[in-house]
């Protein structure tokens, strides 16, 4: 599910480089923090709302759908959702198709939204500034950052999801084993309860 929380730039660049194209954007780490800041605008949305903000509410599994509602910044918070007008301001300006207007780290940290109801000693500058001030350089090389992701697409030793990628996810097999289960309790109401 990574596209979930890709920014419309980093979907483009990363649709580019596996058709081997030269990507459209050379400023790779500033995109990244960019794309960070994106991505944190996805967690945000899925922890109010509970679903991901680009998934086509009528065909949620329609990848190609999902694409291009990322491409075209298209998402909608529900009604019976209840979100601060200061919070909705924040949203909007985090899912921003064009990296260079949307809003910065530095710009969250003093917005109305962010700064509600914040701890004192993090409201101080002073405190605030040392404590997420971004370092001069990296805080690893390209090299360092490319073979963490390398090592980070290997499944560990152990892992189902071979399993996963070979046969498919299959949920009978898995209520099966909690069905089997002699510590668990799996109510009719689909809570899980555990025996003490």
Same mark, same amino acid.
């Given at each position: 599910?990574?596209?979930?929380?890709?920014?419309?730039?980093?979907? +483009?660049?990363?649709?580019?480089?596996?058709?081997?194209?030269?990507?459209?954007n050379p400023s790779f780490l500033d995109e990244m923090k960019i794309a960070d800041v994106w991505s944190c605008g996805v967690t945000l949305y899925v922890m109010l709302v509970g679903a991901y903000p680009f998934e086509d509410p009528d065909e949620p599994k329609n @990848?190609?759908?999902?694409?291009?509602?990322?491409?075209?910044? *298209?998402?909608?918070?529900?009604?019976?959702?209840? #979100?601060?007008?200061?919070?909705?301001?924040?949203?909007?300006?985090? @899912?921003?198709?064009?990296?260079? /207007?949307? #809003? /910065?780290?530095?710009?969250?940290?003093?917005?109305?939204? @962010?700064?509600?109801? +914040?701890?004192? $000693?993090?409201?101080?500058?002073? /405190?605030?500034?040392?404590?997420?001030?971004?370092?001069?350089?990296?805080?690893?090389?390209?090299?360092?950052?490319?073979?963490?992701?390398?090592?980070?697409?290997?499944?560990?030793?152990?892992?189902?999801?071979? *399993? @996963?990628?070979?046969?498919?996810?299959?949920?009978?097999?898995?209520?099966?084993?909690? $069905?089997?289960?002699?510590?668990?309790?799996?109510?009719?109401?689909?809570?899980?309860?555990?025996?003490?």
């Amino acid at each position: 599910h990574d596209v979930y929380i890709m920014s419309p730039m980093v979907l +483009l660049d990363s649709v580019m480089y596996h058709l081997k194209l030269p990507t459209a954007n050379p400023s790779f780490l500033d995109e990244m923090k960019i794309a960070d800041v994106w991505s944190c605008g996805v967690t945000l949305y899925v922890m109010l709302v509970g679903a991901y903000p680009f998934e086509d509410p009528d065909e949620p599994k329609n @990848f190609r759908k999902t694409i291009q509602r990322i491409l075209s910044v *298209q998402y909608s918070i529900p009604d019976y959702v209840h #979100i601060s007008s200061e919070c909705r301001d924040l949203i909007a300006k985090i @899912f921003v198709g064009n990296p260079a /207007t949307r #809003i /910065t780290i530095p710009e969250i940290r003093n917005h109305p939204w @962010f700064l509600k109801n +914040l701890p004192a $000693d993090l409201v101080d500058d002073s /405190t605030m500034s040392s404590q997420y001030e971004e370092p001069e350089q990296p805080m690893q090389s390209m090299d360092e950052i490319m073979q963490i992701l390398a090592e980070a697409t290997i499944p560990a030793a152990g892992s189902r999801i071979n *399993q @996963f990628l070979n046969d498919g996810l299959d949920l009978d097999d898995d209520m099966d084993d909690l $069905d089997s289960d002699a510590d668990l309790d799996v109510e009719s109401s689909g809570e899980i309860v555990y025996a003490m």
